[in-house]
């Protein structure tokens, strides 16, 4: 080193390679400036510092491919930088749509504004974690779609399932298959609705399953109430309340 200045050569044909100094003790060092004389060689300014002491080692490093991770960008256009413990990398995998300002996981089309979740081979997740959770595989909550198209909201803790609207909740989806409808009231039944319930005209209520022999069902017909139950695939009128 002559007048704080360090001469640094290398062969990693880059004119904006990554350069870190630090000491034995692990220190670090931050340059007053770097300067590029060609692409293998450097000069370090360390004149601020006055008299180094010690040993002191300098590491000159560029991205993935060659390219260069202190001053260019590593991987396709929109792909984010991250840290890969030594120098930066990028990987379209992480994808940023800067021209409509969507982010992407999976893939680099975003279709939609906001955030896209995309995976080919398997199950797309969103994982929720907080501090009364663990981090395992059977603890909090997820968002899922699966191979058959089938869209899950997970709740893999002792919780509800809520969906809240407008300072309400609507629907409380809670643990022994339940669920409460209208309310954040505990349900007692399979399902427990606390106000009224509405069905159209042409609507019934079954007692079993509508497609099988034995099945009852509650239906309107004009003004009268009939009571009918499933006999050899026909439904038989058994009592009717007249209007």
């Given at each position: 080193?002559?007048?704080?200045?360090?001469?640094?050569?290398?062969?990693?044909?880059?004119?904006?390679?990554?350069?870190?100094?630090?000491?034995?003790?692990?220190?670090?060092?931050?340059?007053?400036?770097?300067?590029?004389?060609?692409?293998?060689?450097?000069?370090?300014?360390?004149?601020?510092?006055?008299?180094?002491?010690?040993?002191?080692?300098?590491?000159?490093?560029?991205?993935?491919?060659?390219?260069?991770?202190?001053?260019?960008?590593?991987?396709?256009?929109?792909?984010?930088?991250?840290?890969?413990?030594?120098?930066?990398?990028?990987?379209?995998?992480?994808?940023?749509?800067?021209?409509?300002?969507?982010?992407?996981?999976?893939?680099?089309?975003?279709?939609?504004?906001?955030?896209?979740?995309?995976?080919?081979?398997?199950?797309?997740?969103?994982?929720?974690?907080?501090?009364?959770?663990?981090?395992?595989?059977a603890d909090g909550a997820a968002?899922?779609?699966d191979g058959n198209l089938d869209?899950?909201?997970?709740?893999?803790?002792?919780?509800?399932?809520?969906?809240?609207?407008?300072?309400?909740?609507?629907?409380?989806?809670?643990?022994?298959?339940?669920?409460?409808?209208?309310?954040?009231?505990?349900?007692?039944?399979?399902?427990?609705?606390?106000?009224?319930?509405?069905?159209?005209?042409?609507?019934?209520?079954?007692?079993?399953?509508?497609?099988?022999?034995?099945?009852?069902?509650?239906?309107?017909?004009?003004?009268?109430?009939?009571?009918?139950?499933?006999?050899?695939?026909?439904?038989?009128?058994?009592?009717?309340?007249?209007?």
């Amino acid at each position: 080193m002559a007048a704080g200045l360090l001469t640094v050569s290398h062969n990693l044909a880059s004119n904006y390679p990554n350069v870190t100094v630090y000491d034995n003790d692990g220190n670090l060092a931050q340059p007053d400036e770097v300067t590029n004389t060609d692409s293998n060689t450097i000069t370090l300014d360390f004149t601020s510092f006055g008299t180094l002491s010690g040993t002191w080692n300098v590491r000159v490093s560029v991205g993935a491919g060659g390219t260069p991770s202190g001053g260019s960008p590593v991987g396709i256009a929109g792909a984010i930088q991250f840290s890969d413990g030594s120098d930066f990398d990028g990987d379209s995998a992480l994808y940023w749509d800067n021209a409509n300002k969507r982010l992407a996981i999976g893939t680099t089309t975003t279709n939609k504004q906001g955030l896209t979740i995309y995976d080919a081979s398997g199950i797309p997740y969103v994982e929720f974690y907080n501090g009364s959770t663990g981090q395992t595989a059977a603890d909090g909550a997820a968002l899922a779609l699966d191979g058959n198209l089938d869209f899950w909201i997970i709740n893999r803790e002792v919780g509800d399932v809520n969906l809240y609207v407008n300072g309400n909740t609507v629907v409380s989806a809670q643990s022994g298959n339940k669920v409460a409808v209208a309310g954040s009231h505990v349900a007692t039944s399979e399902l427990d609705v606390d106000g009224d319930v509405e069905v159209g005209d042409a609507d019934a209520f079954y007692l079993g399953d509508p497609t099988t022999d034995g099945t009852w069902r509650i239906t309107r017909s004009g003004n009268d109430l009939v009571h009918q139950r499933r006999e050899s695939s026909v439904w038989v009128t058994k009592s009717t309340v007249v209007a």
